[in-house]
C-alpha cells in the first residue's frame, strides 16, 4: 500500500523561524517545551543517584587506607567527580541539534557503528544493572537489621523480604518518570539533613590524633602510595551518577537548545560541590569518631559505619538515623540507576530482538523491563552475594572504561565532537580511567 505525501494548506512558519525550546505541534501552533524537571530538581535527582549504597561503606573503605590517602581523597575528589561526569555528560550535550532526543546508546552506535555500539550498550547495561542489583541486596539487608536490632522483631524470610523491598522500589519506579523524579526528591532531603546532623553529632567523639597514626605502614611512603591508588576505585563509584546523565541531558535539550552542553556543566558542577561537601563531610566526622581502635573493629565486622555506630553509641538517635540514612540513600539511588537500566534493556531488546519490539508498544515494552529486573534483583537479593565485591568490580573496571574513556576516544574520533577535542581535562579524565582500571585489577589478581 503505497502513501502520498501533500502539501499542507495551512500556514506553518518554517523551522528558522523558531525560537530557542520552540517546535511545531499541528496546524502552524507553535508550542514551548519545557524540561521534565527544573534544574534544582536534577541536582537533587543526581545528588540521589550518586549517594546509595557507596557512602554506607564509603568511611570504612576510604578511612581504611590511613590519614594522608583520605586528604589525598579529600583534595582529588571534585575535580576527578566533575570533570569526569561532564565528559561523559558531553556526548548527549554535546551532539548536533538534529541529533537532540537520542540517548547515549543511539549515539555511539550512530557514530561508531552498530556493532561497537552493542558493545558499548552490553557494558554500559552490565554497570548499571549490575548497580541495581547491589542496591537491592543493600535494601533487604537494610530493613532485615532495623526489623531485628531496632524493632527488635523476628527475622522475615528472605524470600518473603527481598520481594517486598524489590517490589516496592521498582513499582515505584514503574509509575512513571515524573511521580519518580518527585519521590526522589522527597527521599533526598532527609538523606542530606540526615548525613548533616550525623556529622555533626558525631563531632564530639572525634580523635583526630588516633586516626593520623591508624595503619602506620613499615615501608611509609610506600604505603601511603598504595592507598591513595586503592581509594580510587572506592570514590569512583561512591560518587559515580552516570545512569541519570544520559535522560538528565535530553531532558535538558528542548528548553536550552545548543546551550544545553554550557546548561548541563553547569549545572553539574553544582552537583560535584553538593556531593564532595556533604559527602566527605560524612566521611571525615565518622572516621574521626571512629579512631584506630573503632576502625579496625569495624573494619573486621564487615559493617556498614553506621551501623557500628548504632550498636556502640546506644543512643536512640543513631539506632533510627541510622536506618533512615540508609534506606533513604538506597531507594533515591535505586531510582536514578533504574533510569539507566531501562535505558540500556530498552535499547538491546530493540536490537537483539526487533521484530518483536516493534510488535509490542513502548509500555508494554518498559514493563516488560521492570518484570526482568524485579525478577533479577529479587534473585539477588536472596543469595546475598558480598556488596564489597560487587561494588568494587563495577567501579573500577566498567564505571571507569564508560565514563573515562570512551567519551574522550569519541572526541578524538569523531568530528562532530571537535569542539571538546583539545579540552585539556581530556587527558586527565582519561588518564586517570586508565589509573584506575589498572588498580583495579592489579587488585584483584
Not at 544520559?246 to 552542553?261: H, L, N, R, V, W
Request: with cysteine; proline share 5%.
Amino acid at each position: 500500500m503505497s502513501s502520498t505525501n501533500t502539501p499542507s494548506t495551512t500556514s506553518t512558519p518554517p523551522t528558522s523561524d523558531l525560537k530557542e525550546g520552540e517546535h511545531i505541534v499541528g496546524d502552524g501552533v507553535v508550542a514551548k517545551q519545557r524540561p521534565a524537571a527544573s534544574t534544582a530538581s536534577w541536582i537533587i535527582t543526581l545528588f540521589g543517584t550518586a549517594v546509595g549504597a557507596g557512602i554506607l561503606f564509603l568511611p570504612l573503605n576510604a578511612g581504611g587506607f590511613g590519614f594522608w590517602p583520605l586528604v589525598f581523597a579529600t583534595v582529588f575528589i571534585l575535580p576527578l567527580v566533575y570533570f569526569s561526569h561532564r565528559t561523559y555528560a558531553r556526548i548527549v550535550a554535546g551532539a548536533p541539534k538534529e541529533d537532540h532526543g537520542k540517548d547515549i546508546l543511539e549515539l555511539v552506535s550512530q557514530y561508531l557503528g552498530k556493532g561497537q555500539g552493542i558493545g558499548f550498550a552490553v557494558l554500559y547495561w552490565i554497570t548499571v544493572f549490575s548497580t541495581v542489583l547491589i542496591y537491592g541486596v543493600s535494601i533487604t539487608n537494610a530493613v532485615d537489621s532495623f526489623i531485628v536490632n531496632q524493632l527488635g522483631g523476628p527475622s522475615i524470610d528472605r524470600w518473603l523480604l527481598a520481594t517486598i523491598c524489590v517490589g516496592v522500589m521498582t513499582g515505584g519506579f514503574a509509575i512513571g518518570r515524573k511521580p519518580m523524579i518527585w519521590l526522589a526528591q522527597v527521599l533526598v532531603y532527609p538523606l542530606i539533613i540526615a548525613l548533616a546532623i550525623t556529622s555533626i553529632y558525631l563531632i564530639p567523639r572525634w580523635d583526630l590524633h588516633s586516626f593520623i597514626h591508624f595503619d602506620d605502614g613499615a615501608d611509609g611512603w610506600g604505603q601511603m602510595l598504595k592507598g591513595i591508588f586503592l581509594i580510587l576505585p572506592v570514590l569512583v563509584f561512591s560518587f559515580s551518577h552516570m545512569a541519570a546523565l544520559s535522560q538528565f541531558a535530553i531532558d535538558m535539550q528542548p528548553q536550552y537548545g545548543e546551550k544545553t552542553e554550557k546548561r548541563v556543566s553547569r549545572t553539574e558542577f553544582y552537583t560535584a560541590i553538593l556531593l564532595v561537601v556533604f559527602t566527605m563531610f560524612f566521611v571525615w566526622s565518622c572516621v574521626l569518631a571512629l579512631g584506630a581502635d573503632g576502625m579496625n573493629e569495624a573494619l573486621e565486622q564487615n559493617i556498614p559505619v553506621l551501623s557500628y555506630f548504632a550498636n556502640v553509641t546506644g543512643t536512640p538517635f543513631m539506632a533510627y538515623m541510622a536506618p533512615i540514612v540508609v534506606i533513604c540513600a538506597i531507594v533515591s539511588s535505586y531510582f536514578g540507576h533504574m533510569l539507566g537500566t531501562e535505558e540500556g534493556t530498552e535499547y538491546l531488546l530493540k536490537n537483539a530482538a526487533p521484530k518483536l519490539a516493534e510488535k509490542v508498544s513502548h509500555r508494554t515494552l518498559l514493563n516488560i523491563i521492570y518484570l526482568i529486573a524485579f525478577v533479577c534483583t529479587t534473585l539477588v537479593a536472596i543469595f546475598n552475594p558480598s556488596i564489597i565485591s560487587m561494588i568494587s568490580v563495577v567501579s573500577g573496571v566498567f564505571v571507569a572504561f564508560i565514563v573515562y574513556l570512551v567519551p574522550v576516544y569519541m572526541f578524538k574520533k569523531l568530528d562532530v565532537y571537535k569542539n571538546f577535542r583539545n579540552d585539556p581535562w581530556n587527558y586527565f579524565v582519561f588518564g586517570m580511567g586508565l589509573l584506575i582500571m589498572a588498580v583495579t585489577i592489579w587488585d584483584m589478581i
